[in-house]
């Protein structure tokens, strides 16, 4: 992106926040959201404005980069990492990023053109078909019934006990969801079974990237933490570490399957998910017996903080 467009975008993403989402110059008076990717490669986190539509409750994004004739940057962040945080208003919420398909695409997209009918002019001159990003609230269930935050209710954190029950919880969640919509896209198939749809497999990407984000975080925090402060907890700590490792094994092979989106053989994901939800579920249990006890007396947040 050119210099130029960057300190455009960054002037309005402070304005933005400066002023609880209302913002001056070309985009006064219209919707707009900050969303916040994590890059493609170099793993660090992109903010942009854009404009987005409500239709059929959901919350809507459009790829258009005004025609241009290349998906924008964003777009393709966050096809490798589907969990975004978007800014809305003074509003800030963790969402998952799923491009519409096939007729749900069009629906949605004729849908943005009533709102909005400049999407119209930008798809009229490209080639290119302009992707409608659904941005999933956790706990929504997105308009769908597979919304991304289903099935986990709210959790009072007041320990790092809590903190840690509310992303088991999360995690048990997703992995419920991904299982349910997996049997049902399989099930569905006619002459064989079909493959993998950008909604399964930005389900599957967004469950594989919080998981590694809380292991990391346990790993480089949680556990030296523990280990200095219960030394007789080192031993149980060392265990857990080493489930974290073959668990992110199983991971990297759910990435691996579902990363060639046409290629993805719908069998082995099913059979790779089914591996990865039985060691997941071991290890959430074994930890919360382990930990618990020990993270009960913790506050959370931090005082302080």
Excluded at 121 to 139: F, I, K, M, S
Excluded at 203 to 216: D, K
Aim: with cysteine; charged share 20%.
């Amino acid at each position: 992106m050119p210099r130029s467009s960057l300190s455009f975008n960054q002037a309005v993403v402070e304005e933005f926040r400066a002023r609880g989402g209302r913002v001056g110059g070309p985009f006064a008076g219209g919707d707009l959201l900050l969303l916040t990717t994590v890059g493609e490669r170099s793993g660090r986190e992109h903010t942009v404005p854009l404009g987005f539509v409500r239709a059929d409750g959901l919350l809507l994004v459009v790829a258009s980069a005004a025609g241009a004739p290349e998906h924008p940057q964003w777009y393709r962040n966050l096809l490798a990492h589907p969990l975004v945080r978007v800014e809305l208003g003074t509003e800030v919420f963790d969402a998952t990023a799923v491009p519409a398909e096939g007729n749900r695409r069009e629906r949605l997209f004729e849908a943005v053109v009533r709102s909005a009918p400049g999407y119209g002019d930008y798809q009229r001159n490209t080639a290119r078909l302009l992707p409608v990003v659904v941005l999933e609230h956790p706990g929504a269930g997105a308009g769908t019934g597979t919304g991304a935050g289903t099935g986990a209710a709210a959790r009072e954190v007041a320990s790092l006990a809590d903190k840690l029950l509310e992303m088991h919880d999360w995690l048990r969640a997703q992995l419920r969801q991904l299982r349910a919509e997996a049997e049902a896209h399989l099930a569905g198939g006619v002459g064989g079974a079909p493959a993998l749809g950008l909604q399964l497999r930005q389900h599957c990407l967004a469950f594989c990237q919080g998981l590694t984000v809380h292991h990391t975080g346990e790993d480089r925090g949680v556990f030296p933490a523990l280990a200095g402060s219960h030394p007789e907890l080192r031993g149980v700590l060392e265990q857990l570490a080493e489930e974290h490792r073959t668990v992110a094994r199983l991971r990297d092979e759910l990435v691996a399957l579902v990363s060639g989106l046409d290629s993805a053989e719908p069998e082995a994901f099913r059979a790779a998910l089914a591996r990865t939800a039985d060691e997941l579920e071991a290890h959430l249990t074994h930890e919360e017996r382990e930990l618990l006890p020990a993270l009960a007396g913790i506050p959370f947040p931090p005082p302080g903080r």
